[in-house]
């Protein structure tokens, strides 16, 4: 996108906005991850940096579950416009004695949008030492629950609830949702 998505604009205001406004109905803490804290000073809360730069969101998902004072973080992309704080909290109602809660669509599984455990610590350091950056790759080493689309039948434009901006033509779309 060559812009910092979280401060594209949608309805007059910015994704990080709209996503706070959601999480903040849902959580008690909400944390930000970013590595220029200083573009989320004025949003009243706490921002994490990556220990080590250059290592995606899985760092980010590292240093957010060290940083969280709950042992479940859930944790989403700031370009995702229509959070649902429903479907946030129906998947909470699925982590039993899982670490982490996955919603996996017909288009693929959603790591950032997702709960996990701080059980999964160790795991996610140990594929970042080994410079394996994919979220997902450290999942065959933890208790994932997969949150199929059958179980979200309830919800309406799954599509719309998961989308997400990666390039100009996705902002495009979501500009005319």
């Known amino acids: 996108m060559k812009k910092n998505k979280a401060f594209l604009e949608l309805e007059g ?24 804290p200083e573009l989320y000073a004025g949003y009243g809360v706490p921002v994490f940096q990556d220990e080590i730069l250059e290592r995606g969101p ?4 590292y240093q957010g579950l060290k ?13 995702m416009p ?8 129906f998947l909470f109602t699925r982590i039993s ?5 996955v919603p996996k669509l017909q288009s693929g599984l959603h790591p950032l949008h997702a709960y996990y455990h701080q ?8 594929n970042l030492e080994a410079d394996r950056l994919k979220i997902i ?8 629950r997969y949150v199929e689309e059958t179980e ?15 390039t100009p033509d996705d902002w495009s779309a979501i500009l005319n949702y």
């Open 13 to 36: 205001k910015p994704l990080v906005e709209r996503s706070l406004t959601v999480l903040q109905t849902v959580f008690t803490e909400v944390l930000i991850s970013s590595n220029k």
């Open 58 to 61: 899985l760092e980010g998902l």
């Open 67 to 79: 940083s969280a004072t709950n042992e479940w973080v859930f944790f989403v992309a700031c370009d």
């Open 82 to 89: 229509f959070l649902r704080a429903e479907m946030i909290r």
């Open 97 to 101: 004695k899982y670490d982490a809660v």
């Open 119 to 126: 059980r999964c610590l160790p795991s996610i350091k140990k």
């Open 137 to 144: 790759d450290f999942y065959s080493s933890c208790a994932v």
């Open 152 to 166: 979200l039948e309830g919800f309406s434009d799954l599509s719309r609830v998961f989308c997400n901006v990666n």
